[in-house]
């Protein structure tokens, strides 16, 4: 019999603590469909945020680390320095990245580091039980936003991809979302490209990942991806924002 | 060898290229800036990366992936930085990741001033950042020293995985005194636990991150026997006329020669004063306190604070003599006016 479908070898295969329909479980498999694809097990490197993802060096099979909260890209930084022929990655929800990482990001992108950052954007804070984040939508209502995020108290929610973009180091920042069985094919090739473009050296690559956190929204798993498609992908369009050629 | 005139945070500098160290993550701050821009120069000479830091937080989560993948790695700052660093600090001394940490040092608290000081005792010796954990922390008297010290700093972070303190008052890294140029270190650590990619083996995870309980605790166990067995090798310091002393004057870094110079004077005068001067703060060498309990009657110390050290003095004195104390903020004192603070606790003593 023909065998079509496997566990990559770049997963560990122990089960997801995650929560039933979310993202990160999907997204995990395609960075790690990716890695096998390129071959590229052996000679990368994962960094953990802190967040839900924070165990992702219990999902990776391949050396990872687990960085402060929001440090991800001066650890990862620090690895690339040091080994400029490996691979290096960072996997970062909102919180981490958008928030207090905001500095870190930017400096990254800025200075074109040659890294991967795959930003997973699902709206709250969602290990620490579904606080506002910087990408909660307006007028979402979160445990630290109860009466709707409101833009004259809170302010607007960041989009991520369009502010790196523009950073001359910038080589690839794309938008995607793992709502539709199209889009996670679509997702895949960006996190595909990101890897590639590292790879080739041209400079800082990140793909940020619309997805859902059904629990902290308070909605079923089916539902979560109809609420992504309908609230999140009008306020953050998908698509590339960066395409430098190497 | 011939010696070179240099300043005290370029000696720091090459000591660290001359320990194989090609990594260094920084921010600019005062009086420590002269670290950073001597390794901004001297680093691509050897193939190393200098990298300016858009953050002290920045800079300390660069050295911990610098660490772990293997290399030789140091950041530098002062008082204020260094605050920045400590959240940093205590992931890379729970990772076990090897590094140098240089604090030029400057007085406290807020943003304090530029001038020399001691004040960061406390953070340097007692935390600093959160949890259990505890730094080797070296502290130079003199420009040689910043190198020596740099050598032997990186040797201990290896040997012991864990990250290396050099605290000296500002005045040292700004000063200039002749140094013998010490021979390249050649002696390299094996690194197993790098996250260097996994090809060939299995995969190495740097992590600090402890959910259950029971491994927290063994975790933080495994630290504590680590650091008992640094506080068995690795306390470092020098006696001055402490043989038959009756006022034993303690007193580290730069200020430990002023104090030396003060002591030699009162020896003069009749007074059997002596210095020990700690040279790791931590661990801290309460066997050099505990050796002069046959003679001294008294126990001072000198500090550029207002009293951090003292208390890992009576600590080691344990009641058994009195513990005086002279400080100062922002300023070296001359050795005519620790030679009088000395005096003044030798009278009340009666002692002199």
Known sequence: MKKVFQKPASLTGKPWHYCPGCGHGIIHRLVAECMDELGIR??????????????????????????????????????????????????????????????????????????????????????????????????????????????????????????????????????????????????????????EVQLKGIGFSLVEILSTCPINWGLGAVEAMKWLEENMIPYYPLGDFKVKEG | MAKVLMKGNEALGEGAVIAGCRYFFGYPITPQSEVAEYLAKRLPQVGGVFLQAESELAAINMVYGGAAAGARVMTGSSGPGISLKQEGISFIAEAELPCVIANISRGGPGLGGIQSAQSDYFQACKGGGHGDYRLIVLAPSSVQEMMDFALLAFDLADRHRT????????????????????????????????????????????????????????????????????????????????????????????????????????????????????????????????????????????????????????????????VEFYGRIGVIPSPREVETAIMNVAVKGGLA
């Open chain 2, 163 to 322: 990250p290396v303190m050099i605290m000296s008052e500002g005045m040292l890294g700004q000063m200039m005194e002749p140094v013998e140029i010490r021979d390249p270190v050649t002696e390299q650590y094996a690194k197993p636990w790098a996250t260097t990619g996994c090809a060939g083996r299995s995969p190495n995870i740097v992590n600090t991150l402890h959910l259950p309980p029971d491994e927290l605790e063994m975790r933080n166990l495994h630290l504590q026997k680590k650091y008992a067995s640094i506080q068995a090798q690795e306390k470092r310091w020098e006696s001055f006329m402490t043989e038959d002393a009756e006022l034993v004057v303690v007193a580290f870094g730069l200020l430990s020669r002023v104090v030396k110079r003060a002591v030699s004077e009162l020896r003069n005068k009749g007074i059997k004063a002596g210095l020990v001067r700690p040279i790791t703060l931590w661990p801290f060498p309460d066997d050099a306190i505990g050796q002069c309990l046959d003679t001294a009657k008294m126990f001072m110390t000198v500090e550029i604070n207002m009293g951090q050290m003292i208390e890992d003095v009576r600590l080691a004195v344990n009641g058994r003599a009195p």
């Open chain 1, 42 to 195: 052996e000679k990368t490197i994962g960094v953990c945020p802190v967040g839900c993802a924070v165990l992702a060096y219990d999902y990776f099979n391949c050396d990872m680390l687990e960085a402060a909260h929001g440090r991800a890209p001066a650890v990862a930084t620090g690895l690339k320095r040091v080994l400029k022929d490996r691979v290096i990655f960072t996997y970062q929800g909102d919180g981490d990245l958008a928030s207090i990482g905001m500095a870190e990001i930017v400096h990254a992108a800025s200075r074109g580091e040659r890294i991967s950052v795959f930003f997973v954007n699902n709206t709250v804070y969602g290990m620490t039980g579904g606080q506002m984040a910087p990408t909660t939508l307006l007028g979402q209502v979160t445990t630290t936003s109860p009466y709707g995020r409101d833009k004259d108290r809170e302010g607007y929610p960041i989009r991520m991809a369009e502010m790196l973009a523009p950073f001359e180091g910038a080589a690839y920042v794309s938008r995607v979302a793992i709502n539709s069985p199209a889009n996670v094919v679509r997702a895949k090739r960006a996190i595909k490209r990101a890897f």
